[in-house]
């Protein structure tokens, strides 16, 4: 079973927006920690944001925010002020305090802002 | 500036051959290492993460086997045999700082692999 599920494909939005991306994941840990990474279209791979599950308040990096709802085991990714280089792949991955070493990949939502 | 050091960056792997990547960390240690795959349809997989040097790891998935190797503290190693014909795939390796931010990891650029 996936531990982190991602459901949105794609998503186009015009740029200046706002675009939430959904992520739920599956855990029986207590405690646990989330992140966002962008894969652009050369391949790299970066850190966006994380949030730790313990943390009540919703992590803020720049213009980017997360919807952290730890009932619903969900943590969705909101950019807000959408920018043409935003445009990417998306990815929500979470490491459980039980399996430490493992960090649990999304299959990633692609975003595409246009003018 | 690159943190990690990928290389080959693409490689044509005849049928039956194995090829064998390097990460280099440059600029600094980290101490947790570690490889990902990446399939055509983007899904990324965690592979091994090895600590220190002389750390061996290996295993098998459907479509190649996989022979990781903590040479030094900067470099990792991972070799790939027995991939599936036809088959594409991105190997990553990644250095986490470890400690409170761990999970936040740094990403080298990448290596593909196409078997003949």
């Known amino acids: 079973a996936q531990k982190v599920t991602q459901t949105q494909t794609s998503i186009s939005v015009v740029e200046k927006t706002t675009v939430t991306m959904d992520c739920v994941y599956e855990?029986?840990?207590?405690?646990?920690?989330l992140f966002w990474y962008k894969q652009t279209a050369s391949g790299e791979i970066v850190f966006l944001i994380r949030q730790d599950s313990y943390k009540k308040e919703n992590a803020t990096v720049g213009h980017y925010s997360l919807n952290f709802q730890k009932p619903k085991s969900s943590i969705g990714l909101i950019i807000t002020a959408t920018q043409i280089e935003d445009s990417a792949v998306y990815f929500c991955a979470m490491r459980e305090m039980s399996n430490y070493n493992v960090l649990y990949f999304g299959s990633g939502t692609k975003l595409t802002v246009e003018p | 500036v690159t943190l990690l050091e990928q290389n080959p960056r693409w490689r044509l792997v005849p049928r039956g051959q194995a090829v064998n990547l390097r990460c280099i960390l440059k600029n600094s240690q980290y101490p947790w290492m570690s490889w990902y795959q990446q399939d055509l349809q983007k899904q990324l997989q965690w592979l091994f993460t090895l600590r220190s040097p002389g750390d061996k790891e290996v295993k098998s998935l459907p479509g190649a086997d996989y022979l990781a190797t903590r040479v030094t503290d900067t470099e990792l190693r991972l070799q790939v045999a027995n991939m599936s014909q036809g088959r594409t795939l991105y190997c990553t390796c990644s250095a986490d700082l470890g400690g409170p931010n761990t999970g936040q990891l740094y990403f080298g650029e990448g290596s593909k692999l196409t078997v003949l």
């Open positions: 855990t029986r840990d207590s405690s646990y920690f």
